[in-house]
């Protein structure tokens, strides 16, 4: 059986991975420093899968804690999940994304090359694109200057991964992820924010149970059909299995380059109002919302070209937009009981 570590395998897609992981026949092992995530996702975890992982509550930015757990354990490979993600809170601390992003990620990849582990999947985000040029963004769009020191820091770790690939036995796979929204359709899991949601589809089940009076809806004067901004959203399920899929191909040594990077999203692009129609479908209910000003940094439209991730990975996004709008309302509820 091959172990896989997962670093921020509590958190919000970490812990939806795990579940493929472990329904997959991997054993897994995870770090998490529970600074963005709850203890009680790991016994979650177990009561979906009848298997609760090893957890170790190690913080990456702790280089001594590192080094001991790699020499303590025989690791097959890395997906690493841990990382701060809020681009706002980026913009006012960057030290903090630097560390808890790009040196955490140094400190995991000189010990997995020190140790000869060499399979490691890298959360990466369509944020590295920008606005692009052309819809859909394939692989081969150019990064754009990051708009925040997150997505900086996620166009930095690809190129740290790139260039340590390069020079040692390793093999990566960077997925540049879209929006990920759901939940797992035990509504045992799923997205947890802390104070008010910065991400639409979490406000959104939160206005509906009632915490919030309405969603603010971030400016409808941008050059797209209805005027609100469009993403392509994709199921955390589906994004999950990417995850598997991408593991397996440096498992099976059918990667092409020592680096690769793959796109996954659905391919389908959608805008707030289309969700907020969508949500209200689903749901049977009513959602209050206004039209403010635009967020600064947002970009008008974002969705996927996943050719490259159907024809290599052989991973397409399964589940629909209400399957997504329903998993995450159906967590929701849970969650209030
Ligand atoms: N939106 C609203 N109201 C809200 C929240 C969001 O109208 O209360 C709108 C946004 O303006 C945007 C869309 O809903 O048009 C999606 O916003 P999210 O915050 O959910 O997602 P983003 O596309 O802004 O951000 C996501 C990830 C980031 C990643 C980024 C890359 O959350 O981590 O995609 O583009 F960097």
Redesign the pocket.
């Known amino acids: 059986m091959q172990k896989i570590l997962v670093t921020g395998g509590l958190g919000f897609i970490g812990s939806h991975t795990v579940v493929e992981l472990q329904e997959s026949g991997y054993e897994v092992v995870i770090i998490d420093n529970l600074s963005n995530s709850q203890i009680f996702v790991l016994d979650r975890i177990a009561e979906i899968t009848g298997k609760k992982p090893e957890f170790h509550q190690i913080d990456l930015r702790n280089k001594e804690d590192v080094q001991q757990f790699f020499k303590s354990q025989k690791i097959d490979g890395v997906i690493h999940f841990a990382a701060s993600?809020a681009?706002g809170e980026s913009v006012k601390e960057p030290l903090k994304y630097y560390e808890n992003n790009i040196s955490t990620l140094v400190y995991v990849l000189k010990e997995m090359t020190e140790n000869n582990v060499n399979h490691f999947i890298f959360s990466s985000?369509?944020?590295v694109y920008g606005q692009a040029d052309e819809l859909p963004i394939t692989e081969k769009a150019p990064m754009k200057i990051a708009e925040?020191p997150?997505?900086n820091t996620?166009q930095i770790g690809e190129e740290v991964l790139k260039e340590t690939t390069s020079v040692s036995d390793l093999n990566g796979i960077a997925l540049r992820y879209?929006?990920p929204i759901g939940a797992h359709s035990s509504a045992k899991i799923g997205e947890l924010p802390i104070g008010v949601?910065?991400?639409?589809?979490p406000?959104i089940t939160q206005t509906a149970i009632g915490i919030r009076e309405e969603?603010?809806?971030?400016?409808d004067d941008y050059d797209t059909e209805d005027g609100?901004?469009?993403?392509d959203y994709i199921h955390v399920v589906d994004l999950a299995k990417a995850h598997i899929k991408a593991l397996e191909r440096l498992i099976k040594s059918s990667n092409k380059e020592k680096f690769e990077v793959f796109n996954i999203g659905t391919g389908t692009g959608n805008s707030?109002l289309e969700?907020v129609k969508a949500f209200e479908k689903v749901t049977n209910q009513k959602l209050a919302y206004k039209i403010v000003e635009?967020?600064a940094g947002?970009?008008t439209a974002?969705f996927a070209d996943t050719t490259l991730a159907e024809k290599e990975l052989g991973w397409k996004a399964d589940l629909s937009l209400e399957d997504c709008l329903l998993s995450a309302w159906n967590w929701e509820k849970a969650i209030r009981k």
């Not at 949601?197 to 589809?201: D, E, S």
């Not at 609100?228 to 993403?231: D, K």
Request: charged share 20%.
């Open positions: 993600k681009v985000s369509c944020t925040s997150y997505g996620k879209f929006n949601p910065q991400n639409l589809i406000y969603l603010s809806v971030f400016g609100t901004a469009i993403r707030v969700i635009r967020r947002d970009i974002a």
